[in-house]
Nanobody, 117 residues
Framework: QVRLVESGGGSVQPGGSLRLTCAAS????????MGWYSQAPGKQRELVAL???????RYADSVQGRWTISRNNAKDTIYLQMNSLKPEDTAVYYC???????????WGQGIQVTVSS
């Protein structure tokens, strides 16, 4: 089992910044990747950014160049630095992780990010 706990959400004005944190605990030895997903009201959950076990990263086109995903040296915590926030970034953000032993998807509880003037 892997437990994911998110923190760092909140409300910010357009153009502002936030940093989300996701701490993983439990059986993290077989993590394949960890990532962030957003879900706006009435829409499906979609990938925002992920970081693989080898350190490679992938971003959604909508956040490329504005946001950065990173992790700590222990590889059990990831961060999402969100710069130049736009109202359309408003959503609940979920931390997700995938393990190989056994093959399992895990989700955090979600955290609200609201961008509004």
């Amino acid at each position: 089992q892997v437990r994911l706990v998110e923190s760092g959400g909140g409300s910010v004005q357009p153009g502002g910044s936030l940093r989300l944190t996701c701490a993983a605990s439990g059986s993290i030895f077989s993590l394949i990747f960890m990532g962030w997903y957003s879900q706006a009201p009435g829409k499906q959950r979609e990938l925002v950014a992920l970081i693989r076990s080898d350190g490679s990263r992938r971003y959604a086109d909508s956040v490329q160049g504005r946001w950065t995903i990173s992790r700590n040296n222990a590889k059990d915590t990831i961060y999402l630095q969100m710069n130049s926030l736009k109202p359309e970034d408003t959503a609940v953000y979920y931390c997700g992780a995938v393990t190989s032993q056994p093959p399992t998807n895990y989700w955090g509880q979600g955290i609200q990010v609201t961008v509004s003037s």
